[in-house]
């Protein structure tokens, strides 16, 4: 009679996955879901980097995994090209921004949908499905009846556009790559192919579309098989947990190596008697030196990101080398350091292994059927069956007990990027001097932006006339320090520190802090804020508890904004000014004394939200008031005025020097008005005037005089100084 034999594939799977028995077994396994050189399965860091090779592998996802996916559409760049003006006798600047559309694939079967999206490493797309960059996002999870992409169709035409059926991917359309260095950014994605954990057997079963029979096995949190035969796949998940594949005549069935009872044989077989056919059986252990003493498992960490982690078995003994396996598989700690220990008592418990003997009634035993042996303590694997002579041989492998499903584990603390929301976008307007040493030449409003604590900067938008018409006005900067004044200050001189008062302000709980500044600091120029229209420094800041702080040791009406100091109250905006923080928008003469509007596009800011608006006056445009307005009598009745121009440059007066003008020329309107009405307005070109008495009755102007002076500036004139000439 004809040797009909079946072999295992290896220590790792257990079972037999070779040829059909003839007719021992009545018909033939398909040989495609056991080819004998299956293409290797992903390793851990496939599934980590972004590839667009042709050919390349896609793999079938199970339960929930992290993978980067494989490029399989995308367009060229696309170029946009954005001009700004610095105002005149300075050149424009052109500017750049690029976006890319383009598919991922994912899933060579179908999957649920996708949780976060990671972009070079930071969060794109948070747990809630908020995205943290601008792209136009679409998800296609793989059915059979899955319509082609709109985009893909309006690129490549009708006729040539693939729908992917079955294979599950992610399209961006517009995707802005500002945040990514202009280039298309690697991508990982947290993908759900299925409900919950999923087991090992299943995971088989659904690959071999029938062909496998999924018993009783462990679970993962998720699996990546690839290969184009079941072999690699079981092979794969043998990397985990040692399992038994048994030939039923039709099926293969795939469970745990100790899933089930084990078939006892009879006092009589495998040689606990003479009775055994054969009347002989062999038992041998290999020596402890052939065995690993150490098995270490790399494996994804769902608790970690998904990061790779690492988890050692190890027991005395042994002095073989350790061995280290990596699978594709998502797992706890505890759950791997459980089947690092498996592993190992599996290979410690594979050392004894024996051949009985038994009679025919024993022909329908199966490869990779568990046996209880007579007089053997344990259980036992047939790794592989023989008939010959209406003998039946069964080699024999002792298998491990059973262990625990998991063990204690530390996974180590994650590196984890916080999921905030992008929110929406809080913009405060400033219309104030310049802050720099040299003055604007077009009109500037200072825009001011935060938002909660995953805010991003945005792009802008804005009006000049009322609303009517809006227009791109670059990105905010960002973020501000922007608070809200609780108890305004009371007015003040500007020309000395206010030791007495004091202002407070509320800052968002958590997100922003304010420090003391030296006088040395605050002569630097620290702690410069804007509180409503006047600037103001603070060398102290008393922190109150609950975002709240009390400002002392003021500064007040700086680069010219002591009109503003008596004019706060609570509610208006407090902002901590960084040059860093703020964005500048030009703004053209013909909106002066108008309302201006200001809208954020951020990805939480919603259409219909209203815009931030104000009144704007130009104030980088205007120097400031004159000072030390004075009249002196003369001999014939009439009146000299002189007065200090100040500059919109020179504020930090290094050298003790003069102030440079700051304008094209020095040119001042001076009104002078008399109690009863009449007087006249002149304009000079020197900061002082000569009343004549005779001039002064020719006007008709009495005593008490009101005298206001302005310095005129290139494009906008200073608020007044006023002196009460009597």
Same mark, same amino acid.
């Given at each position: 009679m004809a040797t009909l034999v079946l072999t295992a594939v290896g220590s790792l799977v257990g079972g037999p996955v070779g040829g059909a028995v003839g007719a021992l077994l009545g018909q033939a396994l398909d040989s495609r879901?056991?080819?004998?050189k299956p293409r290797q399965g992903p390793r851990l860091g496939d599934l980590a980097v972004q590839i667009s090779n042709y050919g390349s592998d896609i793999p079938k996802l199970f339960g929930t995994m992290r993978v980067a996916g494989t490029v399989v559409w995308a367009t060229d760049l696309r170029e946009t090209r954005a001009t700004s003006g610095n105002g005149k006798g300075q050149p424009k600047?052109?500017?750049?921004?690029?976006?890319?559309? %383009?598919?991922?694939?994912?899933?060579?079967?179908?999957?649920?949908?996708?949780?976060?999206?990671?972009? /070079?490493?930071?969060?794109?797309?948070?747990?809630?499905?908020? %995205?943290?960059?601008?792209?136009?996002?679409?998800?296609?999870?793989?059915?059979?009846?899955? =319509?082609?992409?709109?985009?893909?169709? @309006?690129?490549?035409?009708?006729?040539?556009?693939?729908?992917?059926?079955?294979?599950?991917?992610?399209?961006?359309?517009?995707?802005?790559?500002?945040?990514y260095g202009n280039r298309i950014p690697s991508l990982t994605f947290e993908v759900d192919a299925d409900p919950g954990p999923v087991a090992m057997g299943e995971i088989a079963a659904a690959l071999a579309e029938g062909a496998v029979q999924a018993g009783e096995t462990r679970s993962v949190g998720g699996y990546a098989a690839s290969g184009d035969s079941i072999r690699a796949v079981l092979e794969g998940l043998g990397e985990i947990a040692p399992l038994a594949v048994v030939d039923t005549g039709s099926v293969l069935s795939v469970a745990s190596r100790r899933a089930g009872a084990p078939i006892l044989l009879g006092s009589d077989e495998g040689g606990a008697s003479n009775g055994a056919v054969g009347g002989r059986a062999a038992w041998t252990r290999k020596a402890a030196g052939v065995v690993p003493a150490a098995t270490s498992l790399l494996y994804y960490d769902a608790a970690r990101d998904y990061q790779t982690g690492l988890v050692r078995a190890a027991r005395g003994g042994g002095a073989?080398?350790?061995?280290?396996?990596?699978?594709?598989?998502?797992?706890?700690? /505890?759950?791997?350091?459980?089947?690092?220990?498996l592993r190992l008592d599996s290979l410690w418990a594979g050392r004894e292994t024996g051949a009985v003997h038994l009679a025919p009634r024993r022909m329908a035993l199966r490869p990779g059927a568990v046996l209880g042996v007579p007089g053997r303590p344990g259980r036992w694997r047939i790794a592989r069956l023989t008939v010959e002579k209406m003998v039946v041989t069964a080699e024999l492998e002792r298998l491990a007990e059973t262990g625990a499903a998991t063990l204690a584990a530390q996974a180590g603390r994650p590196v984890r990027q916080p999921d905030r929301p992008v929110g929406r976008t809080r913009l405060v307007l400033l219309d104030l001097p310049s802050l720099q040493e040299s003055p604007p030449a077009r009109a500037q409003l200072l825009v001011a932006a935060d938002g909660a604590a995953g805010w991003r900067p945005v792009p802008l938008s804005a009006s000049w006339d009322g609303g009517a018409s809006w227009q791109a006005a670059g990105a905010s900067a960002g973020p501000a320090t922007i608070g809200t004044v609780r108890v305004p200050p009371a007015g003040a001189g500007s020309a000395l520190v206010d030791a007495a008062g004091s202002l407070e302000v509320e800052l968002p709980a958590g997100e922003a802090w304010l420090e003391s500044r030296s006088d040395d600091a605050l002569a630097a120029g620290a702690n410069l804020a804007a509180v409503g229209d006047e600037l103001l420094q603070f060398g102290a800041a008393e922190p109150l508890g609950g975002g709240r702080f009390r400002l002392t040791r003021l500064l007040r009406g700086r680069r010219g904004t002591?009109? @503003?100091?008596?004019?706060?109250?609570?509610?208006?905006?407090?902002?901590?000014?960084?040059? =860093?923080?703020?964005?500048?928008?030009?703004?053209?003469?013909?909106?002066?004394?108008?309302?201006?509007?200001?809208?954020?596009?951020?990805?939480g800011d919603a259409d219909e939200t209203p815009p931030a608006q104000r009144g704007f006056s130009g104030e980088s445009l205007r120097p400031p008031s004159p000072v030390h307005l004075a009249a002196a009598r003369q001999a014939d009745g009439g009146v000299r005025l002189t007065w200090v121009r100040r500059s919109r440059t020179g504020w930090l007066w290094m050298s003790g020097s003069d102030t440079p003008l700051g304008e094209e020329r020095e040119a001042y309107r001076l009104t002078l008005t008399g109690a009863g009405g009449g007087g006249r307005t002149v304009e000079t070109a020197e900061p002082a005037y000569a009343y004549a008495d005779a001039d002064r009755a020719a006007d008709g102007a009495a005593f008490p005089l009101t005298a206001r002076v302005a310095q005129l500036g290139t494009a906008a004139a200073s608020r007044e100084a006023e002196l009460i000439i009597d």
């Amino acid at each position: 009679m004809a040797t009909l034999v079946l072999t295992a594939v290896g220590s790792l799977v257990g079972g037999p996955v070779g040829g059909a028995v003839g007719a021992l077994l009545g018909q033939a396994l398909d040989s495609r879901l056991l080819a004998p050189k299956p293409r290797q399965g992903p390793r851990l860091g496939d599934l980590a980097v972004q590839i667009s090779n042709y050919g390349s592998d896609i793999p079938k996802l199970f339960g929930t995994m992290r993978v980067a996916g494989t490029v399989v559409w995308a367009t060229d760049l696309r170029e946009t090209r954005a001009t700004s003006g610095n105002g005149k006798g300075q050149p424009k600047s052109v500017s750049y921004t690029y976006s890319a559309s %383009f598919a991922v694939a994912l899933s060579a079967r179908p999957i649920l949908g996708v949780r976060r999206i990671w972009a /070079d490493g930071k969060l794109l797309r948070g747990a809630a499905g908020d %995205f943290k960059s601008a792209t136009a996002f679409r998800l296609y999870t793989g059915s059979e009846d899955q =319509a082609p992409d709109p985009l893909i169709a @309006a690129v490549e035409g009708s006729g040539g556009t693939p729908a992917y059926r079955g294979l599950a991917y992610a399209l961006f359309e517009d995707f802005q790559l500002a945040d990514y260095g202009n280039r298309i950014p690697s991508l990982t994605f947290e993908v759900d192919a299925d409900p919950g954990p999923v087991a090992m057997g299943e995971i088989a079963a659904a690959l071999a579309e029938g062909a496998v029979q999924a018993g009783e096995t462990r679970s993962v949190g998720g699996y990546a098989a690839s290969g184009d035969s079941i072999r690699a796949v079981l092979e794969g998940l043998g990397e985990i947990a040692p399992l038994a594949v048994v030939d039923t005549g039709s099926v293969l069935s795939v469970a745990s190596r100790r899933a089930g009872a084990p078939i006892l044989l009879g006092s009589d077989e495998g040689g606990a008697s003479n009775g055994a056919v054969g009347g002989r059986a062999a038992w041998t252990r290999k020596a402890a030196g052939v065995v690993p003493a150490a098995t270490s498992l790399l494996y994804y960490d769902a608790a970690r990101d998904y990061q790779t982690g690492l988890v050692r078995a190890a027991r005395g003994g042994g002095a073989g080398p350790g061995e280290r396996r990596a699978v594709p598989a998502v797992l706890g700690a /505890d759950a791997a350091k459980g089947f690092a220990r498996l592993r190992l008592d599996s290979l410690w418990a594979g050392r004894e292994t024996g051949a009985v003997h038994l009679a025919p009634r024993r022909m329908a035993l199966r490869p990779g059927a568990v046996l209880g042996v007579p007089g053997r303590p344990g259980r036992w694997r047939i790794a592989r069956l023989t008939v010959e002579k209406m003998v039946v041989t069964a080699e024999l492998e002792r298998l491990a007990e059973t262990g625990a499903a998991t063990l204690a584990a530390q996974a180590g603390r994650p590196v984890r990027q916080p999921d905030r929301p992008v929110g929406r976008t809080r913009l405060v307007l400033l219309d104030l001097p310049s802050l720099q040493e040299s003055p604007p030449a077009r009109a500037q409003l200072l825009v001011a932006a935060d938002g909660a604590a995953g805010w991003r900067p945005v792009p802008l938008s804005a009006s000049w006339d009322g609303g009517a018409s809006w227009q791109a006005a670059g990105a905010s900067a960002g973020p501000a320090t922007i608070g809200t004044v609780r108890v305004p200050p009371a007015g003040a001189g500007s020309a000395l520190v206010d030791a007495a008062g004091s202002l407070e302000v509320e800052l968002p709980a958590g997100e922003a802090w304010l420090e003391s500044r030296s006088d040395d600091a605050l002569a630097a120029g620290a702690n410069l804020a804007a509180v409503g229209d006047e600037l103001l420094q603070f060398g102290a800041a008393e922190p109150l508890g609950g975002g709240r702080f009390r400002l002392t040791r003021l500064l007040r009406g700086r680069r010219g904004t002591e009109w @503003a100091v008596a004019a706060h109250v609570a509610g208006e905006p407090f902002v901590l000014l960084d040059p =860093a923080s703020l964005a500048a928008a030009e703004v053209p003469l013909a909106a002066l004394g108008s309302q201006v509007r200001v809208r954020p596009h951020g990805l939480g800011d919603a259409d219909e939200t209203p815009p931030a608006q104000r009144g704007f006056s130009g104030e980088s445009l205007r120097p400031p008031s004159p000072v030390h307005l004075a009249a002196a009598r003369q001999a014939d009745g009439g009146v000299r005025l002189t007065w200090v121009r100040r500059s919109r440059t020179g504020w930090l007066w290094m050298s003790g020097s003069d102030t440079p003008l700051g304008e094209e020329r020095e040119a001042y309107r001076l009104t002078l008005t008399g109690a009863g009405g009449g007087g006249r307005t002149v304009e000079t070109a020197e900061p002082a005037y000569a009343y004549a008495d005779a001039d002064r009755a020719a006007d008709g102007a009495a005593f008490p005089l009101t005298a206001r002076v302005a310095q005129l500036g290139t494009a906008a004139a200073s608020r007044e100084a006023e002196l009460i000439i009597d």
